[in-house]
């Protein structure tokens, strides 16, 4: 039994003559708190997608708590603990913020199957959901239907709805991406009082933000980790303001 | 503290009461009751009128809830009436109630087993081979006519009275009441469906599958459950049919009949159940006034309404009613 | 035998072909689920009636003349209905243009009654044709003819213009069309015209041999779809190989096995849909 949480070895994965992954190995412990940065177009999400399971790598190993789930679907994943947000709001529109999390609840908790006692009398279910989403500062939109929130809160639902599967990893795909500044405030606090147990990968645009975040920092390049690092080495690494900041080494 | 608690059961009171029951469904109950002693003696169009309900019933479980288009639900409604049919035709089998469990068993399998396949399938494709497959069940029934009587129709159905006693009449009312009973406890079953956290995932699954998978569901399997229990009912609505007409053509397994059962379940609303009453009851009653003077402007007229319901009432008649109560509301306050 | 049976079921073929191939076109385009094309169709067949019975026009005219009536009267109907409903749920596009099917149905059983119309085919379209070793009926011939000369035309059309290589810009991928700068909604209209009359035409050769009543367009709505998915979206040649298929396999099992042939149509179909679920040709998009 390995100490790593998440582990992905040499991992490959080719668009006819498009290389979006090239020989990938990271790692992932627990309570980790990580930082996957990049340029348009570096494969940051085609990574996210070969660790969840939405694509299926050419070559190469993902391992979840040591376990080999190369070959496993998402929602295997999900079961297994690995949960993710998306960077577009994945969400069910017309339902209540606290159906949403609800539904992944019952997912998580095995009742999904259950046909004959309506979900409004598993109280337990409910209170945790509502813990949840007061934990996220959601609880007083909780009826609300999530296609009438702000944006901001609806990337919180998106984190809500992540933690309701009770993740010992959690992926964020640009928790804040398009969240006005006030309100990406409250994104960075929730991701900062999580459980310290789950270990996180945040990928953003927002050095700022990353760097709040990430005890560690993964640079990905055109499909391959060029560096990885403290903020503070990758923030002094030259061959990454070279290629990530488009600052030239000779500019001291 | 009591504050605090209060605004929490504000909050989850959407979820927690969903469930339960409101006055206003005891609605359908009561017309139909009353139907049968103010119109005795259009019992026969009230038997077909249930029947309808529940096969659109069985439809909004699957197109309401789940969000799974089909162009050939009337695959299963068919099968459910031959199955039901043949039993007594062939066999002998002329036990009216456990006829219609075996009727609705058969149905259910061969959803289930189409479902293993059609679910797998989205968008177009899906539409085009639930069409496909329906219309090759038709035309299956029609080559092996020494079984199905073909083109003619399966003739020599016959049921015992029910429960051995309530003998059948002319006017149709022991079976009124029969499938009124079967009705309701589809729709008592259907309704636990719904609000359970197995329907609730269906729901999920409408709303956005993508995610679904994301948080561990296993979409395609849950799919394959619903269509498989929709299936069934639908074959005890064809089952119901074929007792109540103790005659099965082809047009059971026909488009139509699948295009029919769509429309009437998107006027009167989808995914809330009562749409299938409302859509049934509205459409039937006025096709049996209208089309006898001119069919042409029937068949318009259904156009019509499907082409306005699509542009402007995308939630059909209960969707408007919804519409109207809240507007009143607002002037109200 | 063999060779009638084969003759025949080609030029079915190429009347399901020439109805067809603009709904493939245009539902490859805006991905809209149109069951209603068999609509312009009726049209067409009753318009060729109407120009050679009230107005004695000669069938040769009468054809193109419906056609074009037809294309341009479906800009109508495109404006008015469809165009809402362009980002809708596949579930409310069928709904709609089931709706269209149903009132076109009305409209032309007040217009024209409900029994099939006819038309006298002008003389050197009856009798045979000998071809040495064997007659082949006359009109057959001029429906292959007819259908081989569309199919070139509209194959060069497509592959060979630049109008063409705008439309398969758009087909490929609508906004990747847009964002280079071709304004994809009056392509789209014009493809929707052409298709509606090329229907309309293929409607008006179909009088002779399928027979036009108003229960036309529900009639043969599930082939015209069948033809489009089995061949995949957006596909001339897509859709000429499946009407072909579909028309030669059908007129066979038709022939050969009278009682049981209809159904050979439909397995074939499933058949290919589970395999290639975007048709012969098509491809998945996104």
């Known amino acids: 039994m390995s100490d790593f949480v998440l582990e992905a070895d040499a991992v490959t994965k080719s668009f006819g003559a498009l290389s979006v992954a090239r020989d990938i190995s990271f790692r992932l412990e627990k309570g980790a708190r990580h930082g996957l940065i990049g340029p348009n177009g570096a494969g940051k999400t085609t990574f996210i997608n070969l660790l969840t399971g939405v694509l299926t790598p050419d070559r190469g190993v993902v391992r979840l708590g040591g376990a080999d789930v190369t070959r ?120 900062e009082a ?59 | 503290m009591a504050d605090a608690t209060r605004a929490r059961e504000r909050a989850t009171a959407h979820v927690v009461t969903a469930h339960r029951w409101r006055w206003v469904e005891a609605a359908p109950w ?25 096969f659109a019933l069985s439809l909004d479980l699957i197109l309401g809830f789940a969000g799974i288009i089909t162009l050939g639900h009337a695959a299963y409604f068919g099968v459910g009436a031959y199955a039901c049919g043949m039993l007594s ?35 177009l494709t899906l539409l085009m081979l639930t069409l496909s497959v329906a219309i090759l069940l038709q035309q299956l029934a029609n080559t092996y006519s020494d079984f199905t009587g073909g083109f003619d129709g399966l003739t020599g159905i016959y049921f015992d009275p029910v429960f051995g006693v309530f003998e059948y009449d002319l006017w149709s009312h022991t079976h009124y009441w029969y499938a009124l009973a079967w009705l309701a406890v589809v729709f008592v079953v259907a ?52 007792q109540a007409n103790t005659f099965v053509t082809l047009d059971v397994l026909g488009f139509t009949r699948s295009g029919i059962i769509m429309i009437i379940l998107i006027l009167g609303g989808t995914g809330r159940l009562y749409g299938a009453f409302v859509g049934a009851i509205v459409y039937m009653v006025l096709e049996d006034e209208l089309s006898k003077l001119t069919p042409e402007f029937w068949e318009f007229g259904v156009g019509l309404a499907l082409v306005l319901v699509v542009l402007f009432a995308r939630n059909g008649i209960l969707g408007l009613l919804d519409r109207a109560r809240s507007l009143l509301a607002e002037r109200g306050r | ?120 085919v ?33 194959w060069y059309g497509v592959e060979r213009t630049t109008i063409g290589a705008r439309i398969r810009a758009a087909v490929d991928n609508r906004r990747m069309a847009e964002s280079v700068g071709i304004d994809v909604d009056s392509l789209f209209r014009f493809t929707f015209a052409l ?39 957006g596909t001339i040649k897509g859709t000429l190989v499946a009407a072909l298929v579909l028309g030669v396999i059908d007129n066979a099992g038709k022939y050969l096995w009278p009682e049981g042939g209809a159904f050979i149509i439909y397995a074939v179909t499933i058949a290919i849909l589970l395999y290639r679920p975007h048709g012969l040709f098509g491809r998945s998009h996104g």
């Open chain 1, 194 to 252: 999580l459980d310290p147990d789950i270990a996180v990968l945040v990928i953003e645009h927002d050095m700022d933000f990353i760097f709040r975040i990430a005890r560690r920092i993964s640079v990905l390049v055109a499909g391959a980790i060029l560096v990885e690092g403290t903020p503070e080495e990758i923030a002094a690494d030259p061959a990454v303001r070279e290629v990530y900041l488009g600052e030239t080494t000779h500019a001291h």
């Open chain 1, 72 to 191: 496993l679907t998402p929602e295997q994943r999900c079961r297994r603990g690995l949960a993710r947000t998306f960077q577009i709001n994945q969400l069910f529109p017309s339902l209540s913020a606290l159906e949403n999390v609800l539904l992944a609840l019952t997912e998580r908790d095995g009742r999904a199957w259950r046909f004959l006692r309506p979900l409004g009398q598993h109280a337990d279910l409910i209170d945790e959901a509502m813990s949840l989403l007061a934990g996220l500062g959601l609880e007083s939109i909780a009826a609300r239907s999530v296609q009438e929130l702000a944006y901001g809160q609806q990337r919180l639902v998106e984190i809500a709805i992540a933690l309701a599967s009770r993740p010992r990893v959690l992926l964020l795909d640009e928790p804040a991406a398009g969240v006005p500044g006030a309100e990406s405030r409250l994104i960075l606090d929730a991701i």
């Open chain 3, 195 to 233: 298709g509606s009359g090329v229907a309309a035409l293929g409607g008006g050769l179909a009088v002779e041999v399928l027979g036009v009543s108003p229960g036309f367009a529900i009639q043969y709505l599930v082939l015209f779809l069948i033809v489009v998915s089995v061949g995949g979206l």
């Open chain 3, 1 to 120: 035998m063999l060779v009638s049976i084969v003759f025949d079921g080609v030029a079915y073929a190429m009347i399901l072909f020439i109805i067809s191939v603009g709904l493939s076109v245009t539902m490859g385009m805006m991905g809209f689920v149109n069951l209603a094309h068999g609509v312009f169709a009726m049209a067409g067949g009753y318009f060729t009636v109407s120009a050679m019975v009230a107005v004695g026009m000669p069938f040769l005219l009468a054809l193109p003349g419906a056609a074009v009536l037809v294309g341009v009267a479906s800009l109508v109907l495109e404006r008015l209905l469809y165009a809402p409903l362009y980002n809708a749920r596949e579930l409310d596009q069928v709904l709609l243009s089931i709706g269209i099917v149903l009132m076109a149905a009305a409209a032309f059983t007040f217009a024209y009654g409900p029994g099939p119309v006819s038309i006298d």
């Open chain 3, 122 to 154: 002008p003389d050197y379209l009856s009798g045979q044709i000998d071809a040495g070793f064997r007659t082949f009926p006359t009109y057959r011939v001029f429906l292959i003819a007819v259908g081989a000369v569309l199919a070139v035309a509209l």
């Open chain 2, 89 to 123: 035709a062939h066999l002998g089998w002329t036990e009216p109630v456990s006829a219609l469990f075996a009727a609705t068993l058969v149905a259910a399998f061969v959803g289930w087993l189409s479902g293993l396949v059609l679910m797998r399938y989205h968008g």
């Open chain 2, 30 to 54: 009561l017309v139909a009751t009353g139907a049968f002693f103010l119109l005795p003696d259009y019992m026969t169009l009230g038997t077909q009128i249930v029947i309808t309900v529940m």
């Open chain 2, 191 to 242: 309704r636990r469906i719904v609000y359970s956290p197995f329907g609730r995932s269906l729901v999920g699954i409408r709303e956005n599958a993508l995610r679904m998978h994301a948080v561990g569901a296993p979409v395609f399997r849950r799919q394959v459950a619903v269509y498989t229990v929709s299936a069934g009912i639908a074959g005890l609505s064809g089952a119901l049919f074929a």
